[in-house]
């Protein structure tokens, strides 16, 4: 199913879907699980649902591993689909999704 | 002052704003006036307000001559803050601006 422009945009409007999306560019495909956005402070199910609109468009690959759900950014897929929009959203400043709001193995 | 990622976004998002930037696309500079966006079916109000949110992200100039509102797409500037997003918006299929929908003079 081709993703359409529209709902790119309205997923990469919301600015914790930005922030969730530059913080898994920090890291290595398949290391951050889905548990560690806790420091994001928004409701647990709000947190799904961020997720999940961000894998409706493509952006965002989940895997389960044990008790954990593992996430890799689709960068080469997205960049083919929408060229430019990714780079705008990882160019862009903010808390960049290291440091103190998460630490590996927290 | 500096245009946010989240406002070009935000004015993109609406889906009237992208089809008034295409049709702006479709012509030449300064020969687009407000007044031949009627078969946007908005309110007058409503198009004002687009237009002033293009304005407001840098990718609309207007210029008044005479009784008619002017129109010039800020490609090349808004291409220099964010490239390929306006890329994205002219390649998205939809109504074109031009043939039925407005005829110059009209």
Redesign the interface.
């Given at each position: 199913m081709e993703v359409t422009?529209?709902a790119a945009?309205?997923a990469?409007?919301d600015?914790i879907r930005?922030r969730i999306v530059r913080e898994l560019a920090a890291v290595p495909d398949w290391t951050r699980p889905c548990g560690t956005f806790a420091h994001l402070s928004v409701a647990k199910s709000t947190l799904s649902h961020h997720f999940a609109v961000l894998r409706g468009v493509g952006l965002l690959e989940q895997r389960d591993e044990g008790t954990r759900r593992l996430n890799r950014l689709r960068r080469e897929e997205f960049e083919a689909r929408?060229?430019?929009?990714l780079?705008?959203?990882l160019a862009?400043e903010g808390p960049a999704g290291h440091g103190e709001a998460y630490e590996e193995g927290r």
């Amino acid at each position: 199913m081709e993703v359409t422009l529209q709902a790119a945009l309205d997923a990469l409007a919301d600015p914790i879907r930005r922030r969730i999306v530059r913080e898994l560019a920090a890291v290595p495909d398949w290391t951050r699980p889905c548990g560690t956005f806790a420091h994001l402070s928004v409701a647990k199910s709000t947190l799904s649902h961020h997720f999940a609109v961000l894998r409706g468009v493509g952006l965002l690959e989940q895997r389960d591993e044990g008790t954990r759900r593992l996430n890799r950014l689709r960068r080469e897929e997205f960049e083919a689909r929408f060229p430019g929009l990714l780079s705008l959203v990882l160019a862009e400043e903010g808390p960049a999704g290291h440091g103190e709001a998460y630490e590996e193995g927290r």
